[in-house]
């Protein structure tokens, strides 16, 4: 039997490395049809660009194209979803994902369906002179595009200063993301409510608060399922996350009175055959669950999670999805460890980058913690404030992946591993080790 081509919008090693440790990964060919360098530089209007380069590709492949997956946000979720579309393969329709990646039009829909597990919402344009036209809520709130990924241009607002000086940073920066996104809802006849609120628009919510979690789950042939809740712990006083944990410790009937609530909305949108993650607080003082966003594919940060303690990785469940099968997944915990978590290392002050681990001190540490990945994320001569797509208060360093027997394990050999790499930043003439 021939092998199955797997088109992969966002291709980069990393993770290929494990869709590739997957049990029926000897029967797929995994091609890069985009990489992740092309979707996240474009060139002026990445959308109609990257997309003639798609197809331009496809038409010129020798071969069956039996599937088009993505794993990462915007614009690769988008692209695929066109995609599917175009050739008839098992996908999302394009009107659901924007369902999900356009935040006023997805809070509009969550609206009708779950009003009382949203917050308060109100769109403005950060254009407009009259500096608070459009914002009634209170502070403190938070402020984003409607079109963003990775908390980019996101800001919390404690006062009508934090406001002037976000609006500022947000005039300066949104045209990166929402000038693709804008030209792409011109030219695709999208809804009236995209028309409206173009891609430079932003969206003020009032502020949540509590644990923070996310929840993974797919739709195969309109039937809702879920494998898994993710817990994203936070840095102390601030809202960069720390590393994502694999099992959540949010009591089961938390748990599934959040399944519940997501059921309903992607049910809504009409969301079908493929994968979804969505955001989560729980507030154990009101008990209040909130949705926090929908973002239309797994996550691929939490694929070396789900391989460690369930014995596979997510990027399965997409595959086979795109492929048309229902998703057939090992009973839950068959994996090797107990726990797993995503480290982020950060730090919170620009600066320039002097020093990172070299090769050695990375063999080393691979060396005496069995099965951890460390994932670079500078090089030495980076300014740290000329990284593209950062939140707006940190800049990540490195991504640490390790798994474990519990959650003592999981903290020791973190501090461990941190311990023996050592980056070395220059802030204001002053040298310090992170």
Known sequence: MSKKNIFIVGYDDFNVRILESIPEAKDYNFISLLSFGEIRAGDGKPI????????????????????????WDYPATLLASIL?????????????????????????????????????????DPFNDDYMSGITIIPPYWIKPIKSFSSF????????????????????????????????????NMPKELTVN??????????????????EGYVYNNEVYFYGIVDSIRETDS????????????????????????EKVIRHIGYNNNTFNIEFFYNQTSKKITLLEINP??????????????????????????????????????????????????TFEDGFITKVPNYRELRKLSKEHKDVLIKLLVKEGTSLSQLNYQDSYSYELANIYIPA?????????????????????????DINIV
């Not at 915990?333 to 797993?340: N, P, Q, T, V």
Request: proline share 4%.
């Open 198 to 215: 173009k891609g430079k628009t932003c969206i003020a919510e009032s502020l949540l608060s509590g644990s923070m979690c996310t929840l």
């Open 405 to 429: 027997m519990d959650e003592n394990d999981l903290l020791e050999k973190y501090h461990e591993i941190i311990g023996g790499m050592k980056f070395k930043v220059a802030y204001e003439n």
């Open 84 to 124: 599917t579309e175009k050739y008839g393969l098992p996908g999302v329709p394009v009107e659901s994902i924007l369902k999900c990646e356009h935040k006023y039009l997805s809070r509009i829909e969550q609206k009708k369906v779950i009003p009382d597990n949203i917050p308060i919402f109100e769109v403005f």
């Open 48 to 71: 109609d660009s990257l997309l003639k380069k798609a197809i331009k590709r496809i038409e010129s492949f020798d071969g069956n194209v039996d599937a088009i997956i993505a794993y």
């Open 297 to 346: 594919r797994h996550s691929q940060s939490h694929a070396f999670l789900f391989e460690k303690v369930d014995g596979v990785a997510n990027h399965k469940i997409q595959v086979e999805l795109a492929l048309g099968k229902k998703p057939e997944l090992p009973e839950k915990g068959s994996g090797k460890y107990k726990k797993a978590a995503k480290f982020m290392t950060r």
């Open 153 to 188: 241009l996101a800001y919390r607002i404690n006062s009508d200063l934090d406001f002037i000086d976000a609006r500022e940073e947000i005039r300066r920066h949104i045209g990166q993301v929402a000038e693709p996104f804008e030209d792409f809802i011109q030219q695709y």
């Open 239 to 262: 809202s960069s996350f720390s590393r994502y944990e694999y099992p959540s410790k949010l009591p089961e009937d938390v748990q599934k009175n959040i399944e519940k609530i997501a």
